[in-house]
C-alpha cells in the first residue's frame, strides 16, 4: 500500500461520506482510508465505513481523546508508505494525491508535500484563496509561523511520522504547527503549487483573542530554546500580539486590540502593524466595514482564471 488517508471524526455524521468518498476518488487507487472516530456517542463511523469497499477501515477510541489523539491511531493503524490526513469536512482535488506523490518521490526525498488550499463556507462561498506555498529549507521561517497551514493539505512519509512521534497530544491546538516545526528541523518540504484542498471554515471556528495567546504560546514555550537560538523570540512573539490585536478587532474589543498591536508594533515595527493600530483608533463600523472588505479581497486571490465552481467539480462529494 502507498498511501494512507486518515479522516478523524467525532460527533459529525453529516460530513464523513464525502470525505470518504472523495478520498475514495483520487485518482491513485493504490490508497487506504483509516477513519478514527474519537469517541462518538453514535456509532455512525463504522456505519458509514459500512457502506463501502475493504480500502476503509474503522478505528474507535473508547472516549474522546482529542483530534491529535485520532491524528495519532490513524498513523499507527496505516500500513500505507505515506500518510495524508483529511478533516472530515475538508475535501480534495481528485488528482491530490496523485501530484504529490511525484513530487514526494523526488530525487530530494522531501519528508511533506504541501499544496494550495482554498477556504469555503459550508455553503461554498470562497472566503480564502491560497496564493503560495512555501517549500525547501522550512526550519527558520517555520518558527515565525506556520507556514505550511492545515493537515489536510500535505502528504507526509510514514517513517518520518515515526521518527518525529506524530502530534503532541499535551498541545491544547497548534499540533500542526509544532510537527512542522520538528519536522523541518531535519527535513526539506515540497510543494505542489496548485489548489488541490478545500477546506470548510465554519463559524466556530474563530478563537477568541485569549485563546489566540494561549495557544500560539504553548507552542512557542515548547520550542523557546531552538527560537531563542535562531533569534526568533522576539519577531515570534510580536506576531502573536499582532494575531490577538486583529482577533480583538473582529471581536470589537478596540482597546485591547491597541494595547496587543503597540506591543507587535514596538517590537517588530511594520506597516500592516501600523494600519492596524490605525485601524483600532477609528469607530467600530469603519472596523467592521474594513474586515468585510479585507475578507472580500482575501476570497478573490489567486490565479486570474481560478473559478472555485470549476475547480470544485473535480471533487468528490461537492
Not at 503560495?132 to 517513517?159: E, M
Request: with cysteine; net charge negative.
Amino acid at each position: 500500500m502507498r498511501v494512507s488517508v486518515v479522516i478523524p471524526t467525532y460527533e459529525r455524521p453529516g460530513f464523513l461520506e464525502d470525505a470518504v468518498r472523495t478520498a475514495l476518488a483520487q485518482t491513485c487507487e493504490d490508497l487506504e482510508v483509516v477513519v478514527v472516530d474519537d469517541g462518538s456517542e453514535r456509532d455512525y463511523a463504522r456505519e458509514t465505513v459500512a457502506t463501502f469497499p475493504n480500502r476503509v477501515v474503522c478505528v474507535e477510541h473508547d472516549e474522546n481523546r482529542g483530534l491529535s489523539a485520532a491524528r495519532n491511531t490513524g498513523i499507527e493503524r496505516a500500513s500505507g508508505e505515506y500518510v495524508a490526513f483529511l478533516d472530515d469536512d475538508d475535501r480534495w482535488h481528485e488528482t491530490k494525491i496523485e501530484r504529490q506523490l511525484e513530487r514526494i518521490e523526488d530525487a530530494d526525498r522531501p519528508g511533506l508535500v504541501t499544496c494550495l488550499s482554498v477556504s469555503v463556507t459550508p455553503d461554498g462561498e470562497v472566503i480564502h484563496v491560497e496564493r503560495d506555498a512555501p517549500s525547501g529549507d522550512l526550519s527558520d521561517p517555520i518558527l515565525r509561523k506556520n507556514l505550511i497551514g492545515s493537515p489536510s493539505r500535505v502528504l507526509v512519509r510514514t517513517d518520518v511520522l515515526e521518527e518525529l512521534g506524530g502530534f503532541d497530544e499535551e498541545l491544547p491546538t497548534k499540533q500542526d504547527w509544532d510537527l512542522y516545526i520538528r519536522l523541518c528541523q531535519r527535513w526539506r518540504v515540497g510543494a505542489v503549487r496548485d489548489h488541490l484542498c478545500f477546506r470548510t471554515a465554519h463559524e466556530s471556528m474563530s478563537s477568541s483573542p485569549t485563546a489566540v495567546t494561549r495557544d500560539y504560546r504553548a507552542v512557542l514555550e515548547k520550542h523557546e530554546a531552538l527560537i531563542r537560538e535562531q533569534g526568533y523570540w522576539e519577531p515570534a512573539t510580536a506576531a502573536i500580539a499582532e494575531r490577538a490585536g486583529r482577533a480583538y478587532l473582529e471581536y470589537g474589543e478596540l482597546g485591547e486590540a491597541r494595547n496587543a498591536l503597540r506591543a507587535a508594533l514596538s517590537t517588530e515595527p511594520t506597516k500592516r502593524r501600523a494600519a492596524l493600530l490605525a485601524l483600532s483608533y477609528t469607530h467600530p463600523s469603519v472596523v467592521r466595514s474594513a474586515i468585510t472588505a479585507t475578507r472580500y479581497l482575501r476570497s478573490k486571490r489567486g490565479p486570474d482564471a481560478f473559478d472555485y465552481r470549476e475547480r470544485i467539480d473535480g471533487v468528490a462529494g461537492a
